[in-house]
């Protein structure tokens, strides 16, 4: 039960995202880049784990693997503007922060995690 709750308000703000942005998109966009995701993940795992410790790494880790999601939305834009079609540009864009996600958790590899 506790699952079926998690997705529906899951999916419930990516539905709310979506419909708001085709009318309002800066305001979807705002919407979207709100932690809400962040905020029900950590609650979910509060909630079924009451472990401080997993809570730490878990923010912790979340604050650096955002980081180098930023770039697709700067990137996706650009190659539209430059001609190229949404879906190889979204491609594109999530190729792109996989090779960012790749060299942070290099990087988060050779620092001491949270303790």
Known sequence: MFFL???????????????VAKRYPAFGALI???PFISILGMIWLWTETHD??????????TFWY?????PMFLFVPWLMEKKVSF??????????TIVLYVITAWGL???KPIP
């Not at 401080?52 to 880790?61: I, R, S």
């Not at 955002?66 to 930023?70: A, C, R």
């Not at 540009?89 to 190729?95: D, E, H, N, Q």
């Open 32 to 34: 979207a880049s709100l």
């Open 52 to 61: 401080a410790d997993g809570m730490k790494q878990h923010t912790y880790a």
């Open 5 to 19: 709750i998690k997705v529906i308000l899951s999916g419930l703000i990516v539905a709310i995202v979506s419909s």
């Open 87 to 96: 879906y190889p540009a979204l491609l594109s864009g999530c190729l792109l």
């Open 66 to 70: 955002i980081l180098p999601s930023l």
């Open 109 to 111: 590899s050779l620092i």
